[in-house]
């Protein structure tokens, strides 16, 4: 019980992989109102980004969110890991096994517990 209401009231910085996703944009929403610092790791705008896309891009901006801009490429994913406490992978089925990219760099980048990570 004392666990679960420290849990609930410490502010810790969250990584959200495919916060701009269908089930990503209420995860990362839901960081932001619970008062956690929260980053969202997603690809690059570029000129074929859909106009929702960069629309959530302003929205979670403004809302205070940070975004950090990579492919799911190994040394971006580690140095994205070292700057927080909690990572939740929202990520397209089809990224399904590029998790596996993410849970290598969370044992290498070692400041996440296990406890402190969620796959969909
Ligand atoms: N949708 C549902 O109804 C539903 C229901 C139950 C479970 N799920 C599960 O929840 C998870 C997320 O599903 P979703 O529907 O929310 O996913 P989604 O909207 O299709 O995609 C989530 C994010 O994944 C990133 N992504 C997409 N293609 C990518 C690529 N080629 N390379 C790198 N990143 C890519 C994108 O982020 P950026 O563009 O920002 O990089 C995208 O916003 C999946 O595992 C799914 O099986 C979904």
């Known amino acids: 019980m004392e666990v679960q209401r420290r ?5 810790s910085r969250i990584l959200i992989f495919g ?3 269908y089930i990503g944009k209420y995860t990362v929403k839901a960081s ?3 008062g ?9 705008l570029n000129a074929e980004s859909s106009p929702s896309k960069i629309q959530l891009f302003q929205e979670f901006t403004s809302m205070g969110a940070t975004f ?3 492919e799911l490429e190994y040394d971006q994913i580690v140095a994205a890991i070292k700057k927080v406490d909690i990572v939740i992978s929202t990520l397209a089925y089809p990224q399904v096994l590029d998790q596996l990219k993410i849970i290598d760099a969370i044992k290498v980048a070692s400041n996440i ?5 969620f796959f969909l």
């Open 19 to 21: 916060g701009t996703g």
């Open 68 to 70: 950090i801009h990579g």
């Open 32 to 34: 932001i109102a619970l």
């Open 113 to 117: 517990k296990v406890r402190n990570t």
């Open 7 to 11: 849990m609930v009231n410490e502010k």
């Open 36 to 44: 956690h610092p929260t980053f969202i790791y997603s690809r690059p």
